[in-house]
């Protein structure tokens, strides 16, 4: 069973960085894409003229992903502008960097509430609107398998979600629908740059196996790979998108 052609794709905060690169993708492969955010909303607009402009269909979509009744009103809108939703792309998150010892309740929840909630609520809700055959890939991170230090709530999230993905994949199976999660590693994005010295940065891509970091672009390609329907037999995997990082 293979998704529809062309279905219509949900990215989450699909408006900046990796996501924008997904949701361009995604457009250019044909499918119509909402572009959903949460802050922000000159940025998605330029990336919704940005396929526009390419030839594709997008339209941009306010929403917070810690609330279900904000993630069912994107399938809402993706289903009045576009017909039937085949593909979700969990891509929103947040992290905050420190020691465990120094975050707060509040740096926990932030983190929990956009990348382990959102995606718990994404699954839920595409479990119950998802057209039979689609596709879901959700965003984690290679750092989970090197354990990095200061990054232990986003780790913790992160881990939440490659579990919520192989459980959905079992339970979402009987309708041809395949829930994968790509796990970036070290990649040129502004979430990834932020809080990092032009010296640190010089630094990391010195040590990454390949010699330099990866670009949103190539994640994009992986995701466009598992929502593509030579996928139809790849659910419930962790790709994790590295150089060889790990």
Known sequence: MTTLTPAAAIVTGGSRSIGRAISERLARDGHPVLVNYAHGASDADETVRSIVDAGGRAIAARGDVASAADVERLFANARAEFGAVGILVNNAGVSVLGELSELDDDAYDRVFDVSARGTYNGLRVAAGHLADGGRI??????????TTPR?????AAKAAVETFTRVAAKELAPRGITVNAVAPGLVRSEMFADGKTPEQLASIEKASPAGRL???SEIADAVALLTSPEASWISGQIIRVNGGVA
């Open 151 to 155: 990054m232990g709530v986003y780790l």
């Open 137 to 146: 890939v959700n965003l984690s991170s290679t750092a989970i398998a090197i």
């Open 214 to 216: 990866g670009e949103v």
